[in-house]
C-alpha cells in the first residue's frame, strides 16, 4: 500500500493505492486529509494481517440510501420504532451522506454532520439521531460491507441531564381533577403503578381483573409508521407484566367502567378512548387534554413520562426492593430503574442522615435522649 498526495481545484487529496490479494487488482481511495489516509491504510493492513479484509470494492457498491432500506426492513422492529428512525433517517441522515457509498464513508464526515446537528437541534435529539445512524453502519460490518464503523470516536454534545421536581400527592390530586372524569384513572394508572402513556391506551376491559385486583399490560397502542397508531406488544418481554393495584385504584377504575358502561362490554374494548368512542390518539389527547391539565393544576412541563419517575421514586423511597420495582416498571434491566428513573427525595435524604448518626455517634443519640426524658 502506498499514499500519494495530489492536487486538485478543491485542494490537496490523498490517495491510498492498494493490492486485493486474491485477484491482483490494483485499486485506490482518495482521502480529503491526510490523516483520514493514514488511518484507512492502517486499517487495511492490520484486517489483512488477520484474515478479516474485505474488499472496498464491496463497500463502493452499495450507498447509504440503500443499506437504510435494508436495515429498515429487517424483521422483528417494532412500529413506533420504525417510525422514530425514519424520521432521523428522512430529515437528518439521508439528505447529507445518501448517496455516499460505505466504503466512502469516513469519521470526518460524520464528525462534521454530528457538528451541523449540534447548531440546530437539542443536544438530546443530536444523540438520539446519532444512535441511528452508529445501527445502520453496525448493520454493515455485520453483513461484512465494511470492518470498522465511521461512528468510532466521535464526539457528541453532552446532554445536561435535567432535575424534575416530583409531582406531589395534592398536585397529582388537582391534576386527576384537571384531566376530567374520562382520563383521571390514567394520571393514577401513572402515577402508582407506573404505566406509560400506551400502555394505558392499550389497556383492554379484559386486563383489569377485579376479584384479583390486579392490571395486565400486554399490549400498547402506539404510533408506528406513517404516523398511524396501532396495538402491539410491549418493548420487552420484561414489559408484559400483571401487577396488583391498590383498592383505591380499583374502585376509581369500577367507578370508570361503570359510569362508560363497560362493565359488560365486550373483553376487547379500550377502557380508555377518545370522546367519539375511538381508540386515543397521543397528539390529540396531549394538545386538547393533558398540556391545558397540566396548566391548570400548576405542573407545566410535566410529561405523562414523568408519572413513572414519579412511581420509581416512591418505590425506592418507601423501601420496596428493587427487584420488585423493576419488575412493576417492566425494566429488563434494574439499572434502568435506579440510574434513569429514581430520583432522590428530600424525605429519603434525611432518613439516610438520620440512620448514619445513629451509626457513627451514638452517644449523641443517647444524650439527646436523656435531655429529652429530663
Not at 103 to 113: A, E, M
Not at 232 to 258: F, I, V, Y
Not at 280 to 305: I, M
Request: proline share 5%; glycine share 6%; with cysteine.
Amino acid at each position: 500500500m502506498s499514499i500519494r498526495a495530489r492536487s486538485t481545484r478543491r485542494g490537496t487529496v490523498y490517495d491510498v493505492r492498494l493490492r486485493e490479494p486474491r485477484t491482483g487488482q490494483e485499486m485506490s481511495r482518495t482521502f480529503t486529509t491526510r490523516r483520514d489516509a493514514v488511518t484507512w491504510e492502517a486499517e487495511q493492513r492490520a484486517a489483512k494481517s488477520r484474515g478479516s479484509w474485505i474488499s472496498p470494492r464491496v463497500a463502493n457498491s452499495l450507498t447509504l440510501n440503500e443499506l437504510a432500506k435494508e436495515w429498515l426492513a429487517m424483521p422483528g422492529k417494532r412500529g413506533s420504532s420504525i417510525a422514530r428512525d425514519e424520521i432521523a433517517l428522512e430529515h437528518h441522515i439521508l439528505p447529507t451522506l445518501g448517496e455516499c457509498t460505505l466504503g466512502s464513508l469516513t469519521t470526518s464526515d460524520v464528525q462534521r454532520l454530528v457538528n451541523d446537528w449540534s447548531t440546530h437541534l437539542a443536544p438530546s435529539t443530536v444523540q438520539r439521531t446519532f444512535s441511528v445512524l452508529r445501527a445502520v453502519l453496525n448493520f454493515a460490518i455485520d453483513r461484512e460491507l465494511i470492518v470498522r464503523s465511521p461512528c468510532r470516536k466521535v464526539r457528541l454534545p453532552s446532554a445536561p441531564r435535567r432535575h424534575r421536581e416530583m409531582p406531589t400527592t395534592d398536585r397529582l390530586a388537582k391534576l386527576a381533577e384537571a384531566v376530567g372524569p374520562d382520563y383521571s384513572p390514567m394520571v393514577w394508572l401513572g402515577a402508582v403503578a407506573g404505566l406509560r402513556w400506551a400502555e394505558a391506551a392499550g389497556l383492554r376491559v379484559k386486563h383489569v381483573d377485579f376479584l384479583r385486583s390486579t392490571v395486565t399490560v400486554a399490549e400498547q397502542w402506539a404510533r408506528g409508521r406513517g404516523g398511524k397508531e396501532s396495538t402491539s406488544e410491549p418493548k420487552s418481554s420484561a414489559g408484559r407484566r400483571t401487577m396488583t393495584m391498590p383498592k383505591p385504584l380499583m374502585d376509581m377504575l369500577t367507578e370508570h367502567l361503570t359510569r362508560k358502561n363497560l362493565t359488560g362490554a365486550d373483553a376487547d374494548a379500550f377502557v380508555f378512548t377518545a370522546a367519539s368512542g375511538d381508540p386515543l390518539h397521543y397528539t390529540n389527547w396531549r394538545r386538547r387534554v393533558w398540556v391545558p391539565a397540566t396548566k391548570k393544576a400548576g405542573l407545566e412541563g410535566l410529561g405523562f413520562h414523568d408519572l413513572l419517575r414519579a412511581n420509581a421514586t416512591a418505590l425506592v423511597a418507601e423501601g420496596v426492593d428493587v427487584k420488585t420495582a423493576q419488575l412493576r416498571l417492566g425494566h429488563a434491566n434494574p439499572n434502568t430503574t435506579l440510574a434513569i428513573y429514581a430520583q432522590g427525595t428530600t424525605e429519603a435524604d434525611r432518613s439516610a442522615a438520620d440512620k448514619l448518626s445513629k451509626r457513627f455517634f451514638p452517644d449523641t443519640i443517647n444524650e439527646e435522649r436523656g435531655m429529652d426524658a429530663g
